[in-house]
């Protein structure tokens, strides 16, 4: 089993003001670095990047993510969810491969319009990285990356690679690296963060079934259900920044740190009774479960979606709740309570 990863090790920055605040201000605390270096060697654009390449590539990338955008595609994404918690009616669901991977991996391919890749995608489990005997590989990503950015200069990318390749993102059109690294945030950072939440929506009814009567009855409940969801589980809970100092240093010789977007969340100043979810909490502060500030997610519109189409079928299907038999899962303690930040592995049966 390996240890905590670099980013783990940080030293954090914490608490709701002090990562808001932190988060905002990129001139200090700089995305100019590239993570992941057992996997990779490229940078994920635009969250590795300041602006004016990351102001540039947001505004490209926020028309993919719009509501109007989107609205063509949840017809289907509804209709996967159907198909994909169906099995619950029969008595045991898993709802990380058996739901979680297949319907991001389906809804990816409809918004990239490469609905070949699915089998390919899928193959690659519920980690772009892989887990190959404890180790994270990411040449299966890359390979796939290659050949798409290749077909984008081919005009036969589809819908995002061949605007990749022509598109001028602040007067000039990016490079291959660049594009391998739009492809790569696209395909990894929606992918186990969504499926977690879908995961943590399933475990959260579960263990809290007094709740099964308001969110079956009403569709507001659960919107706020999945916020607080969200906030609960913080699917990403730690983003790495470049400490630049006030006097703004090299971001190459500047020590890195972590915002901690967990601590945030579960701040006892900010959100009473913390490790509690609870469904009449006040909007008054929201969570940052989606980041904040100039990175905020571009992808959360569609995380929301895919929330709803997942929560709706689960209730549709099993009314009277579930309870889980199976759980392999990563957690972090919340004001003396363990709430899951992750899964492996979470099986569901109807009640």
């Not at 190959?132 to 990356?145: N, Q, V």
């Not at 469904?279 to 500030?293: E, N």
């Amino acid at each position: 089993m390996s240890g905590p990863s670099r980013v783990e090790r940080l030293p954090r920055i914490t608490g709701y003001d002090a990562v808001r605040a932190a988060g905002r201000n990129f001139e200090r605390f700089s995305s100019l670095h590239q993570g992941d270096e057992d996997v990779r060697d490229y940078r994920q654009l635009p969250l590795e990047a300041d602006p004016p390449l990351h102001s540039a590539l947001r505004a490209f990338l926020v028309p993919f993510f719009s509501k109007g955008s989107l609205a063509p595609f949840q017809q289907g994404i509804e209709a996967d969810a159907r198909e994909l918690v169906a099995p619950l009616k029969a008595g045991e669901l898993e709802m990380v491969r058996g739901v979680g991977l297949p319907l991001v991996v389906r809804t990816i391919a409809r918004l990239l319009d490469r609905p070949n890749d699915i089998e390919e995608w899928v193959s690659w489990g519920p980690s772009v990285w892989g887990d190959h005997d404890g180790r994270r590989d990411g040449a299966a990503l890359l390979t796939f990356l290659e050949r798409a950015v290749s077909e984008g200069a081919a005009g036969t990318g589809g819908r995002l690679f061949n605007l990749l390749a022509n598109t001028p993102i602040a007067g000039v059109v990016l490079t291959r690296d660049q594009q391998i690294g739009v492809g790569s945030l696209l395909l990894a950072g929606g992918r186990d963060t969504v499926m977690n939440l879908i995961s943590g929506i399933a475990w959260m009814i579960a263990a809290h079934s007094m709740h099964i009567a308001a969110l079956r009855g009403d569709l507001a409940v659960r919107t706020t259900f999945i916020e607080e969801t969200l906030r609960l589980t913080t699917p990403l809970g730690l983003m790495e920044r470049i400490d630049r100092g006030v006097s703004g240093g090299d971001p190459e010789q500047s020590p890195h740190v972590g915002l901690d977007f967990a601590s945030a969340n579960h701040d006892s100043t900010v959100f009473t009774c913390p490790a509690e979810l609870r469904l009449d909490r006040p909007a008054t502060s929201p969570h940052i479960a989606f980041g904040i500030g100039p990175h905020a997610c571009v992808g959360a519109p569609l995380a929301r979606i895919e929330a709803h189409a997942v929560l709706n079928e689960l209730l549709a299907v099993a009314p009277s709740g579930w309870s889980t038999t199976e759980c392999d899962a990563q957690f972090r303690s919340v004001d003396g309570v363990e709430v899951p930040a992750s899964f492996q592995r979470l099986v569901i049966t109807a009640r």
